[in-house]
């Protein structure tokens, strides 16, 4: 609006012409009939993909949820990683009863 105003103002003939606000009138409803277009269209499908995407990647390791987690609360959870894989004392047989394992 400023430069079409800024045309009337400045005695530039061709600038000064009055199909310029047609035009620009013109090229606005165009493109708020392709943006209406493109929302009613396309932009539901990449909403959708875009939640689809979210949703698997929620449960997926290594998500951006864990790649936020700091380095120390990585090498606590490897510490304890390592103190649950070591070998138990003790195993349960088929029967539920427990019986003390050899080492060696």
């Given at each position: 609006?400023?430069l079409l105003?800024l045309?009337?103002?400045?005695?530039?003939?061709?600038?000064?012409?009055?199909?310029?606000?047609?035009?620009?009138?013109?090229?606005?409803?165009?493109?708020?009939?392709?943006?209406?277009?493109?929302?009613?269209?396309v932009?539901p499908?990449?909403?959708?993909?875009?939640?689809k995407?979210?949703?698997?990647?929620?449960?997926?390791?290594?998500?951006?949820?864990a790649?936020?987690?700091?380095?120390?609360?990585?090498?606590?959870?490897i510490?304890?990683?390592?103190?649950?894989?070591a070998?138990?004392?003790?195993r349960?047989?088929?029967?539920?009863?427990?019986?003390?394992?050899?080492k060696?």
């Amino acid at each position: 609006g400023l430069l079409l105003l800024l045309f009337r103002i400045i005695p530039l003939d061709f600038f000064n012409l009055r199909f310029w606000l047609y035009l620009w009138l013109l090229a606005t409803v165009a493109s708020a009939g392709y943006f209406a277009y493109w929302y009613r269209t396309v932009y539901p499908k990449e909403v959708a993909r875009y939640q689809k995407t979210q949703r698997a990647r929620q449960y997926m390791p290594g998500s951006a949820k864990a790649a936020g987690r700091t380095t120390t609360s990585r090498s606590t959870s490897i510490t304890t990683a390592k103190k649950t894989t070591a070998a138990p004392t003790q195993r349960t047989t088929a029967s539920g009863s427990t019986k003390k394992r050899k080492k060696g």
